[in-house]
């Protein structure tokens, strides 16, 4: 970090910049041209690497860009990997489109990972699964994997860097949709990578610049303001969301959270998170009960995404991409009083019960 001088704004500055001064060699400037750096992405990235204990961090249009140039640097033409059968949908369809062989593996099997690893490039642990709320064992799967060869990539988007230090568990490549908790004000679409190996965040690097999926600066800007809450946000939501989860099992509902004893990985949550997280889900059962549910609501809004500072809530199937049952509800808790998002699905609860 550079030192301060008397004068300067506390905030960041925001650059929108496409050209800087860069006399002579370019290479002496800082920064030259806007594809290949940006003072608010550094600011960014910097502040995120502090969260991870010094990765080196490259930001990125979207979490999908990010995903995207982990897999173009880090596996070859023709390559093989292995992922979890219920990652994000967009995150399997990438691999598939990208020509990787992909071996998809349960994230309910802690073996499965372990067995796959041998021959892969990479290994892919998304924990907990959006939507499905499994959680995987990252350090045990990162010792498969360097017995393996493979590098681990951890989907970090649900847990967030506050939630869950997948560094520390063994993690070589971190992967964020910050537009989800890390940004956390639904109001910016970006991603993050950050490497242990500093040669490895040079190629993500690499990635951005030939790719051209270059964060907004806007959008930097946002999730650098967002990420100093970071903490304290997911502190507030997963706490919340525990008393909901716990509440709504209370009256009856099917609900899972990886915070509930009830999780069949709750254990292993408790060990490797320090915040279970915003997200829990409950089925409804059918589809009908499902939307009568949502069309009962008021200030909880049926938007889709998660980690924001409102909650939010969806009938998870109405997007064909997820084999969910046809009633399942995925919530995003925010940072309303709980007591107060309880009562409100309580009350719309009541419009389906038999
Ligand atoms: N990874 C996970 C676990 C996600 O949930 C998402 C989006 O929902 C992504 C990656 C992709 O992120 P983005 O929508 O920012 O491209």
Request: charge should be negative; glycine fraction near 8%; hydrophobic fraction near 45%.
């Amino acid at each position: 970090m550079t030192k301060r001088r008397p004068g300067d704004a506390l905030a960041p500055p925001l650059v929108p910049a496409s050209a800087f001064f860069a006399p002579g060699d370019p290479a002496d400037a800082p920064f030259a041209y806007g594809r290949l750096g940006n003072p608010t992405w550094s600011a960014l990235e910097a502040e995120y690497e502090a969260t991870t204990g010094g990765a080196p961090t490259v930001a990125f249009a979207s979490g999908m860009a990010a995903v995207a140039a982990v897999v173009d640097a880090l596996v070859a033409r023709g390559g093989r990997a292995v992922a979890p059968s219920d990652a994000y949908y967009a995150v399997r369809a990438l691999f598939e489109a990208r020509g990787v062989e992909t071996r998809l593996v349960s994230s309910t099997d802690p073996e499965s990972f372990a067995r796959a690893a041998s021959g892969a490039a990479l290994v892919w642990v998304e924990t907990p699964t959006n939507p499905g709320l499994d959680v995987v064992d990252v350090a045990a799967t990162a010792k498969a994997c360097r017995e393996a060869g493979a590098l681990l990539v951890v989907d970090n988007t649900l847990a967030t860097a506050a939630g869950q230090d997948a560094f520390v568990l063994g993690a070589d490549v971190v992967v964020v949709s910050a537009t989800k908790a890390t940004s956390g004000h639904s109001d910016a679409v970006i991603g993050l990578a950050a490497a242990r190996d500093p040669a490895l965040a040079t190629r993500l690097r690499a990635a951005r610049t030939l790719g051209g999926a270059i964060p907004g600066v806007l959008e930097a800007w946002l999730c650098l303001r967002g990420l100093k809450t970071l903490d304290l946000r997911l502190g507030r939501s997963s706490e919340s969301a525990l008393a909901i989860a716990r509440a709504l099992g209370d009256d009856g509902w099917l609900v899972r959270y990886p915070g509930l004893p009830e999780h069949p990985q709750h254990a292993l949550a408790a060990r490797q998170m320090k915040h279970f997280g915003p997200v829990l889900t409950f089925d409804l059962a059918s589809q009908a009960r499902a939307e009568t549910f949502c069309s009962h609501l008021e200030r909880i809004a049926e938007a889709t995404s998660f980690g924001g500072v409102e909650t939010t809530l969806e009938r998870r199937a109405r997007w064909a991409s997820d084999a969910v049952s046809p009633g399942l509800i995925r919530m995003s808790v925010g940072l309303e009083p709980p007591e107060a998002i309880l009562a409100e699905l309580r009350a719309a609860l009541r419009e389906v019960q038999t």
